[in-house]
């Protein structure tokens, strides 16, 4: 499942086709939306935000397109007038003079006003995202030690979108590498060096990841380009200590570590 990175880039890549023009055809496939298909036609997309893995489409009107791709919606940029060959469903289409977006497959869409956002359940629930730039470690510490959050494992804490949203498995598993922390730990058994090092790993390895397009390089050293330490390289050999990466199932979903270092 794509993870905060990848919403983003796609985000990014919606915003490079389509904001700031003017729309000239608006659909929806879903029958509350396509009230506001006439409504939306000459106004523009101001911003794509995302919110973990949301994507809120704002429109130079006031509203709001909320859209959760959840485990099968993808969306597509093409020219303008372009109808891709697909065993997939059009959910949205929203095009310009020159290139048209696509949401195919996804099942939660909503358009929301100002007060729908703020009361909008999903986004109610979420923590900040860890892509926003203005969040900081000291931010992440915070909620590190907080009474909701100090003492969940993390195992599961690291895939709660009330945490951080936008942080996924392969995220979880290269913060505690980089963390050099087990699991099964919790704030509350940590060190101020152990926090200060976790705090820093949940925005450096997601920002890495988002910045270099997850590309790997074996040549580089870490933190140059992101690559995976750990993810999916069970019974290689870690290149901190040199022990062998494990695998196993924690919170229902594939965990590596390196047992050398991870304490």
Known sequence: MPEGPEIRRAADNLEAAIQGKPLTSVWFAFPALQPYQAGLIGQHVVRVQTCGKALLTHFSGGLVLYSHNQLYGVWRVVKAGEEPQTTRSLR????TADAAVLLYS???IEMLDADGVAAHAFLQRVGPDVLDISLTADDVKARLLSPRFCRRQFSGLLLDQAF???LGNYLRVEILWLAELAPRHKAVELTEPQLDALAAACLSIPRLSYQTRGQ???NKHHGALFRFEVFHRAGKKCRRC???IEKTTLSSRPFY???GCQK
């Open 216 to 218: 790997a390089d074996e």
């Open 92 to 95: 949205v289409r929203l095009e």
């Open 164 to 166: 951080l949203a936008g």
């Open 106 to 108: 996804a099942s939660d």
């Open 257 to 259: 570590w390196c047992p």
């Open 242 to 244: 040199g022990a062998t």
